[in-house]
């Protein structure tokens, strides 16, 4: 009973995340995960590498790389997590706008 709540819109009751992976834990993976998008091109130059990869130090480089960071992050989580989701959709729809968001974030922390 402790995982579940009551929905008025969808007049059910819908069973949350059980399996939820500690914050800590994502924030680390999320580092990881920006560096090496980050070092990309600097250890294996080529088309793919500069697509995904920062060429430089700039400030879009840096939104570029968090942005893909966040991309792979979503993606290992819902890996690991997909049967635990109800709501599919809703799911992926609030990971997208977070990783739509996130750049606009880096960009208003860098030039404050």
């Excluded at 590498?49 to 700039?58: D, I, M, Q, R, V």
Aim: net charge positive; charged share 10%.
């Amino acid at each position: 009973m402790k995982n579940t709540i009551f929905l008025k819109a969808f007049n059910r009751k819908v069973v949350v995340m059980k399996m939820h992976i500690p914050i800590v834990i994502k924030v680390i993976l999320y580092q990881v995960f920006f560096l090496v998008v980050h070092y990309l091109y600097d250890w294996f130059p080529g088309d793919f590498s500069y697509f995904l990869g920062a060429t430089n130090e700039s400030l879009f480089q840096h939104m570029k790389a968090g942005f893909y960071a966040y991309i792979v992050l979503t993606v290992l989580e819902y890996w690991l997590t997909h049967q635990a989701i109800s709501f599919k959709t809703c799911y992926l729809y609030a990971r997208l706008f977070g990783a739509s968001i996130l750049p606009l974030f880096m960009l208003t922390y860098f030039l404050a």
